[in-house]
């Protein structure tokens, strides 16, 4: 029942970083979550942590004791893959023994074992029948005693439901929360999906280009994503950014774009000059649903977009990006048609446009 | 311009010892220049049922229509329908230009016309750019574009679309979803697009046919699927998450009418009491609410939170109500944990009940 410590741990291919220089922890018995886009590096490090593979620098630490040079056995560590891969032509009970026959355990010994997490997992009824007979949620919980059924004690999921039709997916991100407080167990959950992020991890990594860019709870870093990439990256729509200048005369400020102008009251900390704004497509409206908000402007639309419940409404307002503004119920348009949208000003992100690091929140300029 | 029909379409795969119902007596009417959605999970017969209106099919019972013609018995090039995949088929070592001209030369147009059209089919793609350069080169977004452009170029009689976004990236997606948009609304060609992706059906069809098992479901409106969903399976895929169904019993209490569970679930319906006498009172119903339209904070039932997802400025809320299980989708603004106990009622007028055996709507 570890606390897992990464120290500054580095894995080369072909002298390239894959991993560079990670540090984290993760607390024993969490539901922790490994967020990154392909090749980001995510997955190596969850075989780092797995032991399937060697850093090249830096160790790692099971409750302060070095496991760098321990495979997944002795750290115990298994891992579900994606699609959770059972045997198909195995039945449950023969799918979760499986590892230990593997090991070749006496019959009764093997027995008793699968009966003990099959029950744990709330499964027992369902150890003779074959994965086809399962539903989703059973399956991925006979990939999970699988797991477990060798005393393991961290349990890594690989991208468990990306290739599962999402609406499969809806029901299995709760169910794998609920077998996770049920057995536990430090789960650490590896996924290229933002939004399987946000739901599930209590604590979450964001991971790009081999580093770990930012890591907290969900609420840390929707509310303040270290810069663009986070702030694009880590959402249910893809936040939107475009160009605006700080200009600051006579100790009044404001914040200037192509279409609107903002005074801003605390902008001491802000350098003059060009910035990057972020505003998150839930955070815009269409004023003839939601009525005005601080800051109005029109737009053109590109695009509805019907998102089951929701619709993005594509729009060009002339800011050279075209914005994306997230409409709480079903709203379909007429391509080309004119609109009305708005936002209040503490919802603003300002970055930097040398590093696009961010420099401030809405909030902190007006208040 | 073609207004396709079919009529009682059914199409069996197998033999005596394994009867596959593909499709099952499945009865369409596709208007003339409509954009049509066919929308269902993997298996539910949409693709069979696009390939017997193209002709790669033929029905086992049933007759297809375009028109008042029965183009039944046709090929599928007598039928002229021009398909898109969900990849992109191109011959890689042929430009551009050549690969969107190769249905006209084949017709052995007039050069210059050929010309003439390519460019302008270039352009309305936005293509232009590439039209010297070989697939291999293109990334496949690209690639997708030129696809769609050979597709048009035939000027055909309706297209069909089978999952040409998936393999897109989000960007391309949406530039492809408006400008197919665009294209169906200027040239007014009938167009059948289908998707497992409820956003792609909603997005751009006027009315979608929703299937299962072979089956039609519902054709309507995006709305009308939205709103006034048929039956549980449509009320279930369509929105995100999907309606929340739960078994409940009709019981008569000092003139009231509840919606009542073994394990204390109640709530007061005497609101349609009327309405659902005058279809006999069933004795079991599935009540469908979708999660937006449960409400937090006061109402009559006791709920447990066990979840919590958040989904932006909006929260998912999976709750435990006495033995039923259901979700809550609420602004960001309502505090809730896990383990939280919470009073929950449901938007009276978007309460739909089901009938439980067969799944269909009764109010």
């Known amino acids: 029942m570890p606390e897992i410590k990464v120290e500054n741990v580095s894995k080369l291919i072909e002298g390239k970083p894959i991993v560079n220089n990670v540090s984290m922890e993760i607390p024993d018995k969490s539901f922790f979550c490994i967020l990154g886009p392909p090749r980001s590096g995510k997955t190596m490090l969850m075989r780092l942590i797995a032991g399937l593979e060697m850093p090249d620098k830096g160790r790692i630490l099971f409750d302060g004791e070095d496991v760098t040079a321990l495979g997944p056995v002795e750290r115990r560590v298994a891992i579900a893959f994606q699609d959770f891969a059972l045997y198909p032509h195995l039945t449950a009970f023969d799918n979760i023994a499986s590892p230990l026959k593997a090991m070749k355990l006496p019959k009764d010994e093997i027995r008793r074992k699968v009966l003990e997490v099959a029950r744990y997992l709330k499964i027992e009824h369902r150890l003779t029948h074959y994965p086809s007979e399962l539903s989703g949620g059973e399956k991925q919980r006979v990939a999970i005693a699988r797991a477990l059924v060798k005393d393991a004690e961290v349990i890594l999921l690989d991208e468990p439901l990306v290739r599962l039709d999402y609406k499969i997916r809806e029901d299995m991100r709760a169910e794998l929360y609920k077998i996770q407080k049920e057995i536990g167990k430090n789960v650490i959950l590896i996924t290229g999906d933002p939004f399987e992020a946000m739901s599930l991890g209590e604590r979450i990594a964001v991971m790009n280009e081999g580093r770990i860019v930012q890591l907290g709870t969900m609420e840390d870093i929707y509310e303040r994503p270290v810069n663009v990439f986070v702030g694009r990256y880590f959402g249910v729509v893809e936040m939107n950014i475009f160009d605006g200048e700080i200009v600051k005369m006579n100790d009044v400020a404001s914040l200037r774009t192509k279409i609107f102008e903002i005074p801003l009251k605390n902008a001491r900390n802000l350098p003059e000059g060009s910035v990057k704004i972020g505003l998150r497509p839930e955070h815009m409206s269409v004023l003839e649903l939601a009525g005005k908000r601080e800051v109005n402007f029109r737009g053109k639309i590109v695009l509805t977009e019907v998102v089951g419940s929701d619709t993005i409404v594509h729009i060009d307002a002339g800011l050279g990006e075209l914005l994306r503004v997230s409409v709480p119920a079903i709203y379909r348009r007429q391509i080309g048609e004119e609109i009305d949208v708005g936002f209040d000003i503490e919802n603003l992100y300002i970055f930097s446009s040398k590093d696009e690091k961010l420099l401030a929140r809405g909030g902190d300029l007006i208040g | ?363």
């Open chain 2, 1 to 363: 311009m073609v207004r396709i029909f079919l009529d009682h379409v059914t199409k069996i795969f197998g033999d005596k010892k394994k009867r596959v119902v593909a499709v099952d007596d499945v009865t369409l009417d596709i208007p003339d220049g409509a954009f049509v959605g066919l929308l269902g999970p993997s298996g539910c017969g949409k693709t069979t049922t696009l390939r017997i209106i193209a002709g790669l099919e033929t029905p086992t019972k049933g007759r297809v229509y375009f028109n008042e013609e029965d183009v039944t018995d046709w090929e599928p090039r007598k039928r002229n329908v021009a398909m898109v995949f969900q990849f992109p088929v191109l011959y890689p070592t042929i430009t551009v230009y050549e690969n969107i001209a190769l249905p006209l030369k084949a017709a052995k147009e007039p050069e210059a016309e050929v010309r003439k059209k390519v460019k302008e089919i270039a352009e309305l793609v936005g293509i232009t750019e590439f039209l010297g350069e070989k697939p291999v080169r293109l990334d496949v977004n690209v690639r997708q574009k030129v696809a769609l452009a050979k597709a048009l170029i035939r000027d055909p009689s309706v297209f069909i679309l089978d999952e040409p976004l998936t393999v897109l990236d989000p960007k391309a997606r949406i530039e492809l979803r408006t400008k197919l948009k665009e294209i169906q609304l200027g040239l007014k060609k009938t167009m059948i697009y289908v998707t497992h992706d409820q956003t792609e059906a909603l997005t751009l069809a006027e009315k979608i046919a929703v299937m299962n098992a072979g089956k039609i479901l519902q054709y309507d409106t995006p709305e009308a699927l939205y709103n006034n969903p048929a039956n549980t399976f449509v009320g279930w895929f369509i929105g995100n998450p999907g309606m929340n169904l739960i078994e409940c019993n009709v019981v008569e209490e000092n003139d009231k009418l509840y919606l009542s569970t073994e394990g204390g679930f109640r709530y007061d319906i005497s609101f349609i009491a009327d309405e659902l006498k005058k279809l006999g009172l069933p004795k079991n119903v599935v009540l469908g609410i979708r999660p937006e339209f449960v409400e937090i904070g006061s109402g009559p039932l006791e709920a447990k939170c066990v979840h919590v997802e958040y989904a932006g400025n909006r929260i998912i809320l999976h709750l435990e109500s006495y033995d039923r299980t259901l979700k809550a989708k609420t602004p960001i603004t309502v505090k809730a944990k896990p383990g939280d106990t919470l009073r929950i009622d449901f938007v009276k007028e978007k309460i739909k009940l089901f009938d439980p055996k067969t799944g269909n709507a009764i109010l």
